[in-house]
């Protein structure tokens, strides 16, 4: 059956890094599109960045653009997600999940969810 396993979540001072890692069985990522979210205790989820291994896309949301950095492991099947420059403000849980092949739209297509890692940014 399809998994996605998302780890490397921990705790982290401000200004510190972390990498995340979404590794799949059942499928392999390949013309497809990853998503990454996150959800913080009484906010709702956010939609983070999308990379698609269909045609190369990745974007961004504004409040992770230029810290944050999504890249395929194609020897590991895995999606990584390079967090810099952490704020307490990116503090929750973090989801990657399988959506269609494209990254336009991925919110309203997703497919399988990871059981989410959990990253804290506390001094």
């Known amino acids: 059956q399809v998994q996605l396993v998302e780890s490397g979540g921990g705790l982290v001072q401000p200004g510190g890094s972390l990498r995340l890692s979404c590794a799949a069985s059942?499928?392999?990522?390949?013309?497809?599109?990853i998503g990454w979210f996150r959800q913080a205790p009484g906010k709702e989820r956010e939609a983070l960045l999308c990379?698609?291994?269909?045609?190369?896309?990745?974007n961004y949301a504004d409040s992770v653009k230029g810290r944050f950095t999504v890249s395929r492991n194609k020897d590991n099947n895995t999606v990584l997600l390079q967090m810099n420059n952490l704020k307490t403000a990116d503090a929750a849980a973090y989801y990657c999940?399988?959506?269609?092949?494209?990254?336009?739209?991925?919110?309203?297509?997703?497919?399988?969810w990871g059981q989410g890692t959990q990253v804290t940014v506390s001094s």
């Open positions: 999940a399988k959506t269609y092949y494209i990254c336009s739209g991925y919110v309203q297509n997703i497919d399988y």
């Open positions: 990379i698609s291994t269909y045609d190369g896309t990745k």
């Open positions: 059942g499928l392999i990522l390949e013309d497809i599109a």
